[in-house]
Structure formats: C-alpha cells, structure tokens
C-alpha cells in the first residue's frame, strides 16, 4: 500500500455529500464516497485499502473499537469523524468536528455564553456539539431525543432555550420539507444552527429565518473540518482564509438561480442564457408542468381549473427546488400560494425579474388575460419582493445576463 493516495468519506447514504468537491479544492489527492452498511464498517476498517477516512452518520462512534489509538481531542469528545493510517497500518482516530463547529458559530457570530442550549439528536455529532458549546461557556445543554428523558414529547420544559442546534438528518436531501420541531415554541430563542448543509436552507432554518432568528447551516463547518482533516492528511498547514472561499465557491456551485417575476417578464429566455453561461441546467416549471398533464397550460385551466394548476404547480416546485446547481425558471403566479415560499428559498438564491408592463405578453397566459395587468403586478409585487434574494431588470437581454453575472460573482 505504501504511495498510495487513497482518502475518502465512509457513511450508510452518502449521495447527498459535497465532500470530494471540497477536497478537491484542499489537495489533489483520490477522494471517494465509501457507503457501508453496518455488516460491511468493521471489514473495511480492519482490509480497506486507504490512506485517510473522513466519518459521517452513523458512524463517527462506531468506527472507535477499530481505531488502535485516539487523539486527546477525540478521546474528549467520544467521537471520530477523521481516521489515519499509520506508518505501522494500524488507525489513528481524530475529531475535526470540534474545530467545524466552533467555526460554524464563529462566522455566524453567535454569542453562546451563559446561554442555556438544546442539541437535537444523540449521534457523535450530538457529542462534538457538547462539546464545543461546554467549552465556549454555555450555562447549560439539554439533549434532545425521541426516547430520552428530554424528548420531543415534553419541549415544554425547555421553552427558555436560547441556543438550538440540530444535529438529527431530518430535513436533509432528498427529505427536505421536515423540522425536528417547531421553533415558535420558544420565545427566548436567538440562535438556529443545523448541522444539515444540502439543502441550503432545511425546514428548520427557514422557520428560523421567518422569526428573525441569527441561523447558519452545516456548510461552513463541513469546510472548516475538511480543511483539518487534509492537514492531517497532508501533514502540512493549509491558509485559514482558504475555508471562506471554498464556500463561498461551494455556494455559488450549488445554489440553484430561481427566476420569478411577471408572466411574460423572459423568465424562460434569461434562464436559458444562464444556463449556456454557467454550464448548468435549465428547467422550466411550465415546461414540466404541461409534460406532466399532457396538455398545454391553457387547457389546464380552462378544463381543471387554478386550483388544479396550482397543486400541480406546487407539487413539481417541491420536487425540482430541493436538487443542486439549476436554472429553475417558474410561472409568474408562484408566488400567489403561501406553501411555495419555502421551496422556493430552500436551496437556491431567488431572482425578481422586472419588466415594463407595456413589454409583457398575455397571448397563452390565461392569468394575464383574464386581469388588468396594473392591477395583477400590484398585488403580485410585495409577493415577488418576500420570496427574491434580489431583483434585476430585464429590458436588454445581454445587460440583464451581465448584471445576474456580477452579483452571482460576489
């Protein structure tokens, strides 16, 4: 085995991980996805043919007993999530976790001192998070799990939690749409972090965002352990300022572009310039929309109705906004249905497009013709304004690309 350059992340279901995009910004080392199943860990460990492991769900526990020795760090937290392989072959087990989340709420500029915290879940990512915030001086943690002592059956008890942070994999891709609770049930809270980085926005950050709350997702803290683990692979230091532009990289590569606006507005032109620029996908609800019913929109309406329309509509944003790296173009009338907000922001950074009214076309827009436009774009526009990240006119196509372009850079 001596040279070889073998690394990689072991999990039960790893479809969803954005680690060897990242790795592969740190080195230029081999970096896979390794799934195992529970029966397969303990073969792997003791005959895989590896330099390097990183360890997600359920495993960063597990993995222990095959580990010939562990790093103070790890030893404190009762958690692995990095593992080397020695001169002499035998594994050296690692916490980078603890250097990730300590990022996590660094960047978010979260003040967790003297704060009382809830940490959902009991996995070794639960133990990381205890970890940190013990360090960082919280005056108490409180486990949350479906079956302990403190459960989802009696939050009551801790409605004056300030601190929240869910290290459970509810809400994760391909299961988006899910919160571990509802967050309006405590009044005092400040700060909602999910360990979960895809999609962008969980259920649980989204609610966390409708109540003014300081929240951060798992992206950051993903990168920052990454980097610490290729250091200990490499055995050499890697820049800190390289964890920031890796996700602000990783950000821009992942996020899908959502344009919503007017009917008519060139949702579907500017999306496929986009598209041809960046290199991505274009997908067109309406397109999808009328694939799906095998018929055209106008017949939608005028045989079902909008309420039909709208479900449909609902139905296929939900299944197309969880995914990664699109141009989504929608309908104008998205935004008309409260339920389609957090599709829409879950996983992608949201483009009004703004067009004259006297440049936009009703032929086969049953809303459009059925409705002073005036009126139509007034009672839209405070819905176009909650659901956009930001708004850009769309007058001359090329000026319209060049200014998406130079804000997506940032």
């Given at each position: ?139 108490e943690r409180v486990t949350i799990s479906r079956t302990g002592p403190d459960n989802y059956g009696n939050l009551e008890r801790h409605a004056d939690a300030q601190i929240i942070v869910n290290t459970t994999p509810v809400g994760m891709y391909p299961n988006t749409g899910k919160a571990p609770l509802d967050l309006s049930r405590f009044p ?207 007058i001359v196509l090329d000026d319209t690309i060049t200014e998406i372009m130079r804000r997506f850079s940032k």
């Open positions: 085995m001596a040279g070889k350059r073998f690394y990689g992340l072991i999990g039960e279901k790893l479809g969803h991980s954005f680690s060897p995009a990242i790795h592969g910004k740190l080195a230029d080392y081999e970096y896979r996805l390794i799934e195992l199943t529970p029966e397969e860990l303990g073969p792997f460990l003791q005959m895989g043919q590896f330099q390097g492991l990183n360890v997600t769900i359920p495993y960063k526990k597990a993995v222990i007993p095959y580990c010939a020795e562990l790093t103070p760090q790890a030893r404190h937290i009762g958690s692995v999530n990095t593992i080397l392989r020695r001169p002499d072959g035998t594994l050296l087990g690692h916490n980078t976790d603890y250097y990730g989340f300590a990022y996590l709420l660094r960047s978010a500029g979260a003040e967790v001192a003297k704060k009382k915290a809830l940490v959902l879940g009991t996995g070794g990512a639960s133990l990381t998070v205890h970890a940190v915030l013990r360090d960082l001086g919280t005056r005092k809270l400040e700060g909602a972090f999910d360990l979960i980085y895809n999609p962008a926005k969980t259920q649980f950050l989204l609610d966390a965002e409708k109540l003014g709350v300081r929240n951060a997702n798992g992206l950051g803290m993903l990168v920052a352990q990454a980097k610490a683990a290729a250091e200990m692979f490499l055995d050499r230091p890697i820049p800190d300022e390289r964890v920031d532009e890796i996700i602000r990289e990783m950000e821009r590569n992942t996020r899908n572009l959502m344009l919503i606006g007017m009917p008519g507005c060139g949702k579907t032109t500017v999306g496929q310039a986009l598209a041809q620029r960046l290199g991505r996908k274009l997908v067109d609800t309406d397109v999808l929309i009328e694939e799906e019913a095998g018929r055209t929109i106008p017949e939608i309406f005028a045989q079902d109705g909008e309420e039909a329309f709208r479900r449909l509509e609902h139905e296929i944003l939900c299944r197309v906004s969880r995914e990664s790296g699109l141009v989504i173009a929608t309908g104008g009338g998205v935004v008309t249905r409260p339920e389609n907000l957090d599709p829409l922001r879950q996983n992608s950074t949201v483009i009004f497009l703004r067009r004259p009214l006297d440049q936009l076309p009703v032929d086969g827009r049953p809303v459009s013709q059925a409705n002073n436009l005036e009126t139509l774009y007034q009672r839209r526009l405070p819905l176009y304004q909650q659901a956009s990240d930001w708004a850009v006119d769309n």
